[in-house]
C-alpha cells in the first residue's frame, strides 16, 4: 500500500491523465474502424483486398533492395551491399547450424519467408498504411463527420451514429496522411443536422499479417514443403510416422498425434502471426486515440521488434519443421 501512495507514482499517474485529457482536447485523433476481414479497394476497375497492395509493395521493396544492393558489386563490400551481405551470411550460419548438409537447398525459402514477413510487417509501421485511403458512406453503425480543408477532405474526431443503410457513393478518393481528396462530393454520403458529410476511412494500404489470408497462405507453403522434402528424403517411409500399424496400439496412437500435429502446425502458424500482427495494430490506434501525442513512440520501437521477432520465428519454424522431416522416425541424432 505504501508503495502505491508513493507521491512519486501519484505524480506520475495524474500526468498521465493530465496528457490523456490535454490530447483528447487540443489534438482529438478519430479512433479508426478495426475489423478482422481486410478491405476492399478500387483499382483499375476492380476491388483488391488493402492487404493485398500491401503485400505487392512488401515485394517490390524487396526486389528494390536487391538491385540497390548488387547493382555495383565489389569484392571488398562497402555501405548497402555490405549491410545486406552480413544479413545473409548471419542467417545462412543459423540455416547452416539448423539444417546441415540441406542449408544451401532450403535457404532460399527460409530467407524469403523471413523478409517477407519482417519488411511487410515494418511497413505497417510507416505514416499513411491504414490511414490513407478513400473516405465511403458508412452503413449501419458509426462514422465520423468529415472536415473539408482546401480540396481535400479529413476524419474529425467527432464520432456520430448512423442508422439505416445509404446509397453507394462516389468515393472520396486519395489524400495525404488522414486527408481524402473528394472525387465524387458528397453525393450519396448521409449528413448531420447541420449539413456536414458523414464517412469512414477505408484505408489504401494495411499491413498483410492482419489478414488471415496472407498468413494461412504463408503456413500452408511452409508445410507443403515439409511434407515435399519428408518425402524426398524417405519416399513412401515418411508416411510410417502418421500411420503406424507396426507399433501396436501405442504406435498407431502416436501416427494419429503426429497427423493432428501436422494440421495444428498450419493452425500455429497462421494465428500467432496474425494474432501478435493484429493485436500490434489496434494497439497503436488506441495509444494515438488516447495519447495523440509523443506517447506512442516507444509502442512504434516495440511493435518494429516485434515485426522482426515473428518474422525470424516463422522462419526458424520453418526450417526446424523441414530438419525434421527428412529424419527417418526411427533415427535418434
Request: proline letters at 6%.
Amino acid at each position: 500500500m505504501s508503495r502505491i501512495l508513493n507521491p512519486k507514482v501519484i505524480i506520475a499517474v495524474v500526468l498521465v491523465v493530465a496528457v490523456v485529457i490535454i490530447g483528447r482536447i487540443v489534438a482529438p485523433v478519430p479512433l479508426p474502424g478495426i475489423q478482422m476481414p481486410a478491405e476492399m479497394i478500387p483499382v483499375l476497375g476492380f476491388r483488391v483486398p488493402n492487404t493485398l497492395l500491401h503485400t505487392f509493395l512488401a515485394d517490390i521493396t524487396l526486389l528494390l533492395l536487391a538491385f540497390l544492393a548488387t547493382r555495383n558489386m565489389k569484392e571488398v563490400p562497402e555501405g548497402l551491399q555490405n549491410f545486406v551481405e552480413w544479413v545473409i551470411e548471419g542467417f545462412y550460419g543459423l540455416t547452416e547450424d539448423i539444417a546441415g548438409d540441406r542449408a544451401r537447398q532450403w535457404f532460399p525459402y527460409i530467407m524469403t519467408i523471413f523478409l517477407l514477413v519482417m519488411v511487410a510487417n515494418w511497413w505497417e509501421l510507416v505514416p499513411g498504411v491504414d490511414s490513407v485511403g478513400v473516405i465511403e458512406p458508412p452503413h449501419e453503425g458509426k462514422g465520423y463527420v468529415l472536415a473539408k480543408i482546401g480540396p481535400l477532405y479529413t476524419l474529425t474526431a467527432e464520432e456520430v451514429e448512423v442508422h439505416g443503410e445509404k446509397e453507394q457513393p462516389g468515393e472520396m478518393g486519395g489524400e495525404s496522411g488522414e486527408e481524402k481528396k473528394a472525387e465524387g462530393g458528397k453525393e450519396g454520403f448521409p449528413t448531420t443536422e447541420d449539413g456536414r458529410p458523414i464517412g469512414i476511412l477505408v484505408p489504401y494500404l494495411r499491413a498483410s499479417a492482419t489478414d488471415l489470408n496472407f498468413t494461412l497462405a504463408l503456413a500452408l507453403i511452409s508445410m507443403f514443403l515439409v511434407q515435399y522434402y519428408g518425402v524426398q528424403a524417405l519416399g513412401l517411409g515418411y508416411f510410417g510416422r502418421f500411420i503406424n500399424l507396426k507399433g501396436g496400439v501405442m504406435g498407431f496412437m502416436v501416427g494419429v498425434i503426429e497427423t493432428i500435429s501436422e494440421f495444428a502446425k498450419i493452425i500455429s502458424f497462421s494465428f500467432r502471426l496474425f494474432g501478435n500482427i493484429f493485436a500490434g495494430q489496434v494497439l497503436l490506434f488506441i495509444m494515438a486515440f488516447l495519447i495523440p501525442w509523443l506517447a506512442p513512440v516507444p509502442f512504434y520501437g516495440l511493435e518494429m521488434f516485434v515485426g522482426f521477432i515473428q518474422a525470424f520465428i516463422f522462419a526458424v519454424l520453418t526450417l526446424a519443421f523441414l530438419a525434421n522431416a527428412v529424419v527417418a522416425h526411427d533415427e535418434h541424432h
